[in-house]
């Protein structure tokens, strides 16, 4: 009775400590968020004075990411709508809706009279009731300095027979958020997690709300057990049986001493079930420990739920910094979790047809022709294991990058040739190399008939970032190779560094000497020749499907690149 005493005493102690907390950044957001209010009120004046749909046939949507890309429930067709975009010195948010047509491989603009304000980080989900609906909750925006943020706690549905945007007010909700996961479980939506943020302070949350898609009323969660810990962008998936959901790693940040912030990247992962009926119905957190290869430790990854109920999870970002250099390993692997066997494991893709008729031609050879290789190795001295290349390329002001990657052994590199040869021979044409979307974070990701649809998405240099319009489909049911529909278009990247009389610490270094501002200056166009250099080595590599991409940077050492 102790324990358990002393077990229920540290959950309400934590309960309280949250609440002071949310109470806390409230009021202190509150003062940004009446500021930004008028700022919505203008972007929600103009869309008043739409009066009709009109929807217009376009190129695909400008680069973006924490957009939402969704299934239309009865067509082939793809929903995207909202995002943003930073270019260094302004941030966009958007409120602009897309459909993508899959059989036709074109875009559709649809301007609906009185739509959601602009906002980046919500969650969308789709039902097939009434023809489709597109319910949308929660997201922020932010100040277009980036300094201010407004977390919405507002519920939308998109009547996609109609194409009418509806506010749906009802008491009870969660509170203003973003970063938070959404699910339909049964006739449910499930909200949970999220964060809110203002210029001082910041609240995650591990809260659970449900939506009644029949009453259309809301309802805090009591779950019993052991609940994950605060958290947002994690995975969350409904169970095979639609009893519940299953929860995925995550980030969160903690402010240590001396105003220090600490992120932490989660890989925990939990169920919460329902029990009971729809009257006395109960629910249940516990702890889930899955079989298989988990993913590497990462935040800002993608989700989406294939066939048979496996979950698809792909790229994101692990960052390290340190104080003179900031070293990221962006991702572009994929990994398969079975919600029916609860296991993880990594998705291979198998090539077309001619690379796999090539890899069984390699097999036929048995064991002689091994032998003989292995000979031939052993007289020419010729190391079978893997090889490390560097290449360096020099910039015209004298920057060294550096290009390193990990290679098969020259071995197996000369026998490969020597298949292609031959399969050049008996077929005529040679088969392109896999081309696949490079490693890359907070894209947007959804499944339509077993197909992955990928859209945009971030990768950092340094302080620069580029914001991704591409566009792939991979068939997870072939697994064989990814369709580009959209290739990235470079003219699109625009960066703008901020001027001097904008930034106040600039202005002190200035009168701190001339000499101060001469190396500032020279180190900027180190790091912006190394950005442009390393974005075009991103586009235009290709990368084995499995590998991840590790760049660093600093301006006396040059850059590094490491390809695994």
Not at 215 to 239: D, E, K, Y
Not at 256 to 263: F, H, L, N
Not at 479 to 495: G, H, P, R
Request: with cysteine.
């Amino acid at each position: 009775m102790g324990k358990k005493g002393k077990k229920e005493k540290k959950v309400k102690g934590a309960e309280k400590t949250a609440a002071k907390m949310e109470k806390k950044v409230s009021k202190r957001s509150k003062r940004e968020e009446e500021d930004l209010e008028a700022l919505i009120a203008e972007f929600q004046s103009l869309d008043a004075k739409r009066t009709q749909v009109v929807e217009t046939a376009c190129p695909p949507p400008s680069p973006r990411l924490n957009a939402s890309l969704s299934a239309h429930p009865e067509k082939d067709e793809i929903i995207l709508f909202g995002g943003e975009y930073f270019n260094g010195k302004k941030t966009f948010l958007y409120n602009d809706l897309f459909f993508y047509n899959i059989k036709k491989n074109s875009w559709v603009k649809s301007e609906i009279p009185n739509p959601p304000p602009p906002r980046c980080a919500h969650q969308a989900v789709v039902v097939p009731q009434g023809g489709g609906q597109l319910w949308l909750f929660g997201g922020e925006f932010a100040s277009p300095d980036g300094e201010q943020f407004y977390h919405y706690k507002d519920l939308w549905v998109l009547h996609l027979a109609t194409h009418t945007w509806e506010n749906i007010k009802v008491p009870g909700g969660p509170s203003g958020r973003s970063g938070h996961r959404m699910v339909l479980s049964k006739r449910q939506l499930l909200v949970f997690g999220g964060f809110h943020e203002s210029t001082r302070d910041f609240i995650y949350y591990n809260d659970v709300y449900s939506f009644s898609l029949d009453s259309f009323s809301w309802s805090r969660l009591s779950p019993s057990g052991s609940a994950p810990s605060p958290r947002s962008a994690c995975q969350m998936t409904s169970t095979p049986d639609g009893s519940g959901v299953i929860i995925y790693g995550g980030y969160s940040k903690l402010r240590a001493k001396k105003d220090v912030e600490k992120g932490t990247i989660h890989s925990d992962m939990f169920v919460l079930k329902r029990e009971g009926k729809d009257d006395q119905e109960k629910w249940a957190w516990s702890r889930l420990n899955p079989s298989g290869n988990k993913p590497p430790p990462r935040s800002g990854f993608s989700l989406a739920v294939g066939p048979a109920g496996r979950a698809v999870l792909f790229g994101g970002v692990c960052d390290e910094e340190e104080e003179e250099t900031l070293e990221g390993d962006f991702f572009n692997d994929l990994y398969l979790f079975d919600t029916v066997k609860s296991r993880w494991f990594p998705a291979q893709l198998r090539g077309n047809k001619t690379e796999r008729k090539r890899r069984r031609r390699g097999k036929k050879g048995g064991a002689e022709a091994e032998a003989e290789g292995e000979a031939e190795g052993e007289e020419a001295g010729t190391p079978h294991g893997p090889i490390e290349v560097v290449k360096e390329i020099v910039t015209d002001d004298g920057t060294v990058m550096t290009i390193k990657e990990v290679i098969p052994g020259a071995g197996a590199q000369e026998e490969e040739e020597d298949e292609e040869e031959e399969e050049e021979e008996d077929d005529g044409s040679a088969s392109a190399p896999l081309v696949e979307p490079c490693p890359r974070s907070s894209a947007m990701a959804t499944v339509r008939q077993g197909k992955l649809f990928l859209y945009g998405g971030m990768f950092e240099v340094g302080d620069r970032q580029f914001t991704l319009n591409d566009f792939y489909c991979l068939d997870l049911h072939k697994m064989d190779q990814w369709e580009v529909l959209v290739e990235m278009d470079s003219k699109t990247q625009e960066w703008l560094e901020e001027s001097e009389s904008e930034d106040d610490e600039e202005e002190e270094e200035e009168a701190k000497g001339g000499e101060e501002e001469e190396e500032e200056s020279e180190e900027e166009s180190e790091d912006e020749e190394g950005n442009i250099l390393f974005f075009s080595l991103c586009v235009f590599l290709k990368l084995s499907p499995s590998s991840h991409l590790t760049f660093s940077w600093n301006s006396e050492e040059g850059a590094y690149i490491q390809l695994v």
